[in-house]
């Protein structure tokens, strides 16, 4: 038996006996992130807000987030902790890999990685002492603002297509310690310029420039286009969202094999009904 195959056959019978999901191989990550619309009542929110100098505030509206199934944001929940977990299984093997960088992504549409992104950036804002800074680098379908409930038109397509400049696109959606790129508007021909000197200075920039500082990538499909690819080259790891009972083995497979040498430092197993 492969090891692929291995790996989802102990992770079908894991999810049959608890809510922990062992994935595949590496440094294995697990977050049964299970449906979390049933859970995410009577909670509590934090509503600190920093002092941003340089970086614009639009205070999101908390409550809303919980229908867009973000909920790191709470106290006292179930799929909250999981993610916990999750963020502190990325810092170590990040840590292990002298990190800083994580690309979330997924074989195909739909499996959850744009939610996955913004739970985990939250998560990582709540631990670290530095700042996250949460890009979405989906340029052919932005949506971590709407998920966020952002106003906002602007984003990583403008700089990229040189009608902006990094700081006037930055967010910070009053959460501690988190500032958010958005995608801006969608581009066709994202893959040319995601490949382009412009984003790899942007990405050494980010990088570089603040050490404590920890960036989370979103993107596109791997199978739907070489966005992912392109971008695997700047980051030191990668995260793969799976479906629960959709993603098929193939397209995983397909997906980790385009992938090859790139960093994955685990599997997140999405929508897991217990
Ligand atoms: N753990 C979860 N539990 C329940 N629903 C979820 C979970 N994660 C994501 N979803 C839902 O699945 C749908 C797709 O999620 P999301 O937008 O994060 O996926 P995506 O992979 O980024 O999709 P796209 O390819 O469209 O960018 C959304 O309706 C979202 O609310
Ligand atoms: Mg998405």
Same mark, same amino acid.
């Given at each position: 038996?492969?090891?692929?195959?291995?790996?989802?056959?102990? %992770?079908?019978? %894991?999810?049959?006996?608890?809510?922990?999901?062992?994935?595949?191989? /590496?440094?294995?990550?697990?977050?049964?992130?299970?449906?979390?619309?049933?859970?995410? *009542?009577?909670?509590?929110?934090?509503?600190?807000?920093?002092?941003?100098?340089?970086?614009?505030?639009?205070?999101?509206?908390?409550?809303?987030?919980?229908?867009?199934?973000?909920?790191?944001?709470?106290?006292?929940?179930?799929?909250?902790?999981?993610?916990?977990?999750? /963020?502190?299984?990325?810092?170590?093997?990040?840590?292990?890999?002298?990190?800083?960088?994580?690309?979330? %992504?997924? %074989?195909? $549409?739909?499996?959850?990685?744009?939610?996955?992104?913004?739970?985990?950036?939250?998560?990582?804002? *709540?631990?670290?002492?530095?700042?996250?800074?949460?890009?979405?680098?989906?340029?052919?379908? $932005?949506?971590?603002?709407?998920?966020?409930?952002?106003?906002?038109?602007?984003?990583?397509?403008?700089?990229?297509?040189?009608?902006?400049?990094?700081?006037?696109?930055?967010?910070?959606?009053?959460?501690? /310690?988190?500032?958010?790129?958005?995608?801006?508007?969608?581009?066709?021909?994202?893959?040319?310029?995601?490949?382009?000197? *412009?984003?790899?200075?942007?990405?050494?920039?980010?990088?570089?420039?603040?050490?404590?500082?920890?960036?989370?990538?979103?993107?596109?499909?791997?199978?739907?286009?070489?966005?992912?690819?392109?971008?695997?080259?700047?980051?030191?790891?990668?995260?793969?969202?799976?479906?629960?009972?959709?993603?098929?083995?193939?397209?995983?497979? /397909?997906?980790?094999?385009?992938?090859?040498?790139?960093?994955?430092?685990?599997?997140?197993?999405?929508?897991?009904?217990?």
């Amino acid at each position: 038996m492969s090891k692929l195959k291995k790996a989802l056959e102990k %992770a079908k019978e %894991a999810r049959k006996n608890s809510m922990e999901v062992p994935i595949i191989d /590496r440094e294995p990550i697990f977050s049964p992130l299970k449906k979390l619309s049933t859970i995410t *009542q009577g909670m509590r929110f934090d509503k600190v807000n920093p002092t941003y100098h340089h970086t614009k505030v639009q205070n999101i509206d908390f409550e809303s987030l919980e229908k867009n199934k973000i909920i790191s944001i709470c106290h006292g929940n179930e799929v909250a902790d999981r993610i916990k977990i999750l /963020r502190t299984q990325i810092l170590q093997s990040l840590k292990k890999l002298h990190g800083n960088s994580l690309l979330i %992504a997924s %074989a195909n $549409p739909g499996e959850g990685r744009t939610v996955t992104a913004i739970n985990l950036a939250i998560a990582l804002s *709540q631990q670290i002492d530095g700042t996250v800074l949460l890009v979405d680098a989906d340029l052919r379908k $932005p949506s971590v603002h709407s998920l966020l409930g952002l106003d906002v038109e602007r984003g990583l397509s403008d700089y990229l297509r040189r009608k902006a400049e990094i700081p006037e696109l930055m967010i910070n959606p009053g959460i501690p /310690r988190l500032v958010v790129l958005p995608g801006g508007k969608p581009l066709p021909n994202s893959s040319e310029l995601l490949g382009a000197p *412009q984003m790899q200075y942007l990405v050494q920039e980010m990088k570089e420039r603040y050490s404590d500082r920890f960036i989370i990538f979103d993107s596109s499909p791997i199978l739907t286009s070489a966005d992912p690819l392109v971008l695997s080259r700047f980051v030191d790891g990668i995260l793969m969202v799976v479906e629960a009972e959709k993603t098929n083995k193939e397209d995983l497979q /397909r997906a980790i094999e385009l992938l090859r040498d790139k960093p994955i430092i685990g599997t997140v197993f999405n929508k897991v009904k217990l």
